[in-house]
């Protein structure tokens, strides 16, 4: 799997959108990126992906240029529930059988009252 | 809640003591994995199974840990004289059989070790 790079760590207001970036320099062409969270004391939990088109449901929007040598994950008015670890991760999406899927170290949004 | 089951969610042990946690996936998932997280740090992969073969391991599984997947259904990770070093969270994530561009990664809630 390509590395993904993130920021250690962010801070976003309370109702403000907050925008989390990962690079993904060496993504292949039939990889997706993936976006999971982690609430304190639990295991990752889904939220979007995408391939090369822009996505939106109902937790967040995924922003990818057109290189797709990164993206944007969007959540739109951030809560106090939504601080957690942001993991970006670059996989084939489509492959039926084995892949390593890798995780780094994440964004830690602390969403401030 | 994801669907998957991991137990117990807590365990303390004497260091030197051998613990077995144990996963249960969604019923149609074939593809399983374990990840060790330590604090601070995202998943670290541990070992892949699809069905009852396990297919990969990292390096990070010494010859004390060893996984079973009996029958392609729930998992166990079994670690033997334990050391201070391997108190972490254990995770189990798995992943659908179908080929889909929808394959997600679901996780359970993980067991959290601590070696005394």
């Known amino acids: 799997d390509a590395k993904t790079t993130q920021p250690p760590s962010m801070d976003c207001a309370e109702g403000r959108a907050a925008n989390l970036p990962c690079n993904h320099s060496t993504i292949s062409g039939n990889e997706y990126v993936y976006w999971y969270r982690q609430i304190h004391s639990q295991g990752p939990q889904y939220i979007i992906h995408?391939?090369?088109n822009n996505e939106t449901n109902e937790m967040a929007s995924l922003i990818i240029t057109e290189d797709r040598k990164s993206s944007t994950l969007i959540l739109p008015h951030a809560t106090l529930r939504d601080t957690a670890v942001y993991y970006c991760?670059?996989?084939?999406?489509?492959?039926?059988?084995?892949?390593?899927?890798?995780f780094g170290i994440g964004t830690k949004l602390q969403v401030i009252p | 809640d994801t669907g998957v089951s991991q137990n117990p969610r807590h365990k303390i042990t004497k260091r030197g003591q051998n613990v077995t946690f144990r996963c249960d996936p969604i019923?149609?998932?074939?593809?399983l994995y374990w990840y060790r997280q330590t604090l601070g740090q995202g998943p670290e992969f541990l070992t892949y199974f699809q069905n009852e073969a396990q297919l990969e391991k990292s390096r990070l599984l010494s010859d004390r840990f060893s996984a079973e997947r009996p029958k392609g259904s729930f998992s166990t990770l079994e670690i033997q004289r334990t050391e201070q070093g391997d108190s972490a969270m254990y995770l189990c994530?798995?992943?659908?059989?179908?080929?889909?561009?929808?394959?997600?990664?679901?996780f359970g809630s993980g067991t959290q070790l601590s070696v005394l």
């Open positions: 995408g391939l090369k």
């Open positions: 991760i670059v996989r084939v999406g489509n492959s039926g059988g084995y892949q390593k899927v890798t």
């Open positions: 994530a798995t992943l659908g059989g179908g080929v889909s561009t929808n394959e997600k990664l679901f």
């Open positions: 019923s149609e998932h074939n593809r």
